[in-house]
């Protein structure tokens, strides 16, 4: 499983555009990108997942340049429900493969 | 779609004493189901993977016989703690495997909302 290097921690004010970056240098070929947000006492919740270029959803961006080494998720005008940790994964789609956490990035929303 | 339920939400329990903890699939079924823990502060760290119908299969230093994982239905596993001892105390979470081409989405795996265990 590729490995993942986020940020500890970012804050960020109110409304404001947050970008989370994830390193996977050892991304492989049949690899996607997954990320979850979770609330402290909660079990993750899938945000989003990615192979390549950009995905939207209702809930936020992914954005993958084409050498796939990384990636950067963005949450639009964040509010203080969005304070969480988020989680950065990479493994492939399918095979029922676990799924290996890292150590998350802290987001603090600040009013 | 794609919900994962966990009960109990928390457990307290005496020194020796088993616990058992549901994981279940609501509106998909799932071959695969997935336990991790999660002790404060700390991210997830993957216990063990269950398939259905068959024996599960364990991460490195996690004891099977202290941790019991049945898989008997394609909605349904069970982690039980035996004979549980403060230690044993963290946070739970199982996830269900929903797999593509099912209309709910990608491959991915959905979590469950988590067993608080605590141990006295």
């Known amino acids: 499983l590729a490995k993942t290097t986020q940020p500890i921690s970012m804050d960020s004010y109110e409304g404001q555009e947050v970008n989370i970056t994830c390193s996977h240098n050892?991304?492989?070929?049949?690899?996607?990108i997954t990320w979850y947000q979770q609330f402290p006492s909660q079990g993750p919740r899938f945000i989003i997942q990615?192979?390549?270029t950009k995905v939207t959803n209702e809930v936020a961006s992914l954005f993958i340049p084409a050498d796939r080494k990384s990636s950067t998720l963005s949450l639009p005008r964040v509010s203080l429900s969005d304070t969480a940790v988020y989680y950065c994964?990479?493994?492939?789609?399918?095979?029922?493969?676990?799924?290996?956490f890292g150590t998350g990035t802290r987001l603090t929303v600040i009013p | 779609g794609a919900v994962v339920s966990q009960h109990p939400s928390w457990v307290i329990c005496k020194s020796g004493t088993s616990v058992k903890i549901e994981c279940r699939s609501l509106?998909?079924?799932?071959?695969?189901m997935f336990w991790y823990r999660q002790f404060p502060k700390q991210s997830l760290m993957l216990m063990a993977t269950?398939?259905?119908?068959?024996?599960?299969?364990?991460e490195q230093g996690v004891e099977k016989d202290k941790f019991l994982i049945n898989h008997a239905s394609l909605t349904l596993s069970t982690l039980t703690v035996t004979s549980a001892h403060p230690e044993d105390s963290s946070f739970y979470i199982c996830?269900?495997?929903?797999?593509?081409?099912?209309?709910?989405?990608?491959?991915?795996?959905?979590f469950g909302p988590g067993t608080r265990l605590t141990v006295l």
């Open positions: 269950s398939n259905e119908g068959s024996k599960a299969t364990y």
């Open positions: 509106d998909f079924q799932a071959t695969t």
């Open positions: 994964l990479v493994g492939p789609q399918t095979g029922a493969n676990n799924l290996f």
């Open positions: 996830s269900a495997r929903n797999p593509a081409g099912a209309g709910k989405g990608t491959d991915t795996q959905y």
């Open positions: 050892n991304i492989a070929t049949n690899d996607y």
């Open positions: 990615g192979y390549k």
